[in-house]
């Protein structure tokens, strides 16, 4: 199994960033898949997931309305749209086939002026 993430990087405050998580190695759409996040000093913590299909997902109260993931279960990605990036945004975010113990390697996200 490989996840690698794409995407992060430095963004301001109120601005978007797409991150994208290319999966391999096992049938794609047979997993709901999720991304998490952690910030220094902090737990990890949920993001947002999406179930086998696409559609259904949930996300964390501080990123609703704010961010959107979605998956392409041909191209086998999992990608997360963040709009009105906050600095408490600032983390590690990474990619994870729920319920497993799969993760991706983790792309940054730093959002400051």
């Known amino acids: 199994v490989q996840l690698v993430e794409s995407g992060g990087g430095l963004v301001q405050p109120g601005g978007s960033l797409r991150l994208s998580c290319a999966a391999s190695?096992?049938?794609?759409?047979?997993?709901?898949m999720r991304w998490y996040r952690q910030a220094p000093g902090k737990e990890r913590e949920l993001v947002a997931d999406?179930?086998?299909?696409?559609?259904?997902?949930n996300y964390a109260d501080s990123v609703k309305g704010r961010f959107t993931i979605f998956r392409d279960n041909i191209k086998n990605m999992v990608s997360l749209q963040m709009n009105s990036l906050k600095p408490e945004d600032t983390a590690v975010y990474y990619c994870?086939?729920?319920?497993?113990?799969?993760w991706g390697q983790g792309t940054q996200v730093t959002v400051s002026s």
């Open positions: 994870n086939v729920a319920s497993t113990k799969y």
């Open positions: 999406i179930n086998r299909f696409g559609g259904s997902t």
């Open positions: 190695g096992f049938t794609f759409s047979s997993y709901a």
